[in-house]
């Protein structure tokens, strides 16, 4: 993807050149039917994300965060509206065509880990690679590249179950990362974790970020959004605010409206 950058200013943050649109999306809708039973859970969403920014999207519950999540990460289609992802269309794709895109240009990092307990860490990494047809011994090359770059290389034959939950995540990110994928899309990544292993996931997001990799974070905690260079809050299907870290006054204040948790 040719990158032209662009200069945005979030809040009080200092400006910070991004690059082309990663995520494009527009009058965004989504309704859900039972029946005659029918739930909007996204009312006209416009959000557009840039290469290399950090991003955190937060909401209570049953504010539309999950099923923009769903949306982003192609796990599921609008209603109505249009939804571009590192360039390409895809409203109309069907599910082969999303299984691949997903694979390609999204690396998931997810709150229950998604490891397989029988398998050694670098083989849960490479399963993306497996999936892409990637030839044996370069899946296992890039799989222990990635978790090196997770801080992880000692336990390349670690399995799941003989690692704390900190570095189970830190296996989660590089399987994410191991595709050299668009974005990172980390949906409550750290909703497991105790104090000490969250901060170690995050301070894992910064380095990420201070490298140049696009992060979206869905989360309900204000402390972990904080993390990100940029706080997109939805409500009732709608899109609340869009700030930077400097916008403290306007976060504080939908926080309490909204009632926090989710």
């Known amino acids: 993807m040719t990158t032209t950058p662009t200069t945005i200013t979030n809040g009080n943050m200092p400006d910070k050149e991004y690059g082309e649109p990663v995520i494009e999306l527009t009058a965004a809708r989504k309704v859900y039917r039972t029946g005659s039973i029918e739930f909007e859970a996204l009312r006209g969403v416009d959000l557009e994300i840039r290469q290399g920014e950090y991003v955190a999207i937060m909401g209570p519950s049953g504010s539309g965060k999950s099923t923009l999540m769903n949306i982003l990460g192609c796990l599921d289609t609008l209603t109505t509206g249009h939804y571009r992802l590192a360039g390409h269309d895809v409203d109309d794709l069907d599910e082969a065509e999303l299984a691949e895109i997903r694979n390609k240009e999204i690396g998931f990092v997810f709150q ?61 990110v590089a399987r994410a990362l191991v595709g050299e994928p668009t974005m990172i899309l980390a949906d409550e990544p750290t909703g497991n974790l105790d104090s000490v292993s969250t901060d170690d996931v995050l301070g894992l997001f910064d380095e990420l970020h201070g490298l140049g990799r696009t992060i979206v974070l869905i989360t309900h905690e204000l402390e972990v959004a904080q993390r990100a260079r940029r706080i997109v809050r939805v409500k009732d299907g709608l899109m609340q605010s869009d700030t930077g870290q400097g916008d403290t006054a306007e976060g504080d204040l939908f926080d309490a409206i909204a009632g926090g948790a989710a």
Request: net charge positive; hydrophobic share 40%.
């Open 112 to 172: 229950q880990f998604n490891l397989l307990p029988s398998l050694e860490a670098w083989r849960n990494v490479e399963l993306p690679l497996m999936y892409a047809r990637v030839p044996g011994q370069e899946r296992r090359a890039r799989a222990e590249r990635a978790l090196e770059r997770v801080g992880l290389g000692s336990r390349f034959v670690n399995k799941p179950g003989e690692l704390s939950g900190g570095q189970q995540q830190r296996v989660a």
